[in-house]
T-cell receptor, first 117, second 114 residues
Framework: AQKITQTQPGMFVQEKEAVTLDCTYDTSDQSYGLFWYKQPSSGEMIFLIYQGSYDEQNATEGRYSLNFQKARKSANLVISASQLGDSAMYFC??????????????FGSGTRLQVQP | DTGVSQDPRHKITKRGQNVTFRCDPI?????LYWYRQTLGQGPEFLTYFQNEAQLEKSRLLSDRFSAERPKGSFSTLEIQRTEQGDSAMYLC????????????FGSGTQLSVL
């Protein structure tokens, strides 16, 4: 069964500094997609970034970048120049066409990031 | 951009009662998903529709749960004979048929079963 592991329940970072949120995954397939979502206290899941398993370059979206290391099965999220508004839960997720459901996302347990002024 | 809307935001019910939640996806999206999220956990997939067809159902979706999307637009999720273990946030998401299919989530319905 596919699995997503986020080993950091909580992280602190100073405003304007960079932070890395860890994510490892387990799949037996060669074709899969990796996602990061942000969930503020309002509850809505906000898409941040996507990495396909065949993408050769690390994905970037503004201040977000994904450090994709396929051999190690890791997909860490890097947030540069942290802002107070970045304080939220962050979830790593994977879509594995041969997993629980062809279109389903499997989510990790999340990391709570707190940005300190 | 109206986003995905869910109604109600909060629902408190007594054990054994039936509840129904509604999700209105982004209008041009043909795919709709339901997820359940308990405290301290990531969302868990429940079911998926493409247009009006329910194409995937998780084993988490017991016989007490039923979801519909009658005209391929809004969707409802009904839970019959609610149990305390059904207490959770129920999230709806929609997407278009795109290359990597980014999901747009609603703010969810928080269910509390007393």
């Amino acid at each position: 069964a596919q699995k997503i592991t986020q080993t950091q329940p909580g992280m602190f970072v100073q405003e304007k500094e960079a932070v890395t949120l860890d994510c490892t995954y387990d799949t037996s397939d060669q074709s899969y997609g990796l996602f990061w979502y942000k969930q503020p206290s309002s509850g809505e899941m906000i898409f941040l970034i996507y990495q396909g398993s065949y993408d050769e370059q690390n994905a970037t979206e503004g201040r977000y970048s994904l450090n994709f290391q396929k051999a190690r099965k890791s997909a860490n999220l890097v947030i540069s120049a942290s802002q107070l508004g970045d304080s939220a839960m962050y979830f790593c997720a994977m879509r594995d066409p041969r997993g629980a459901g062809r279109r389903a996302l499997t989510f990790g347990s999340g990391t709570r990031l707190q940005v300190q002024p | 951009d109206t986003g995905v809307s869910q109604d109600p935001r909060h629902k408190i019910t007594k054990r054994g009662q039936n509840v129904t939640f509604r999700c209105d996806p982004i209008s041009e999206h043909n795919r709709l998903y339901w997820y359940r999220q308990t405290l301290g956990q990531g969302p868990e997939f429940l079911t998926y529709f493409q247009n009006e067809a329910q194409l995937e159902k998780s084993r988490l979706l017991s016989d007490r749960f039923s979801a519909e999307r009658p005209k391929g637009s809004f969707s409802t999720l009904e839970i019959q004979r609610t149990e305390q273990g059904d207490s959770a946030m129920y999230l709806c998401a929609s997407s278009s048929t795109a290359a990597f299919e980014k999901l747009f989530f609603g703010s969810g319905t928080q269910l509390s079963v007393l």
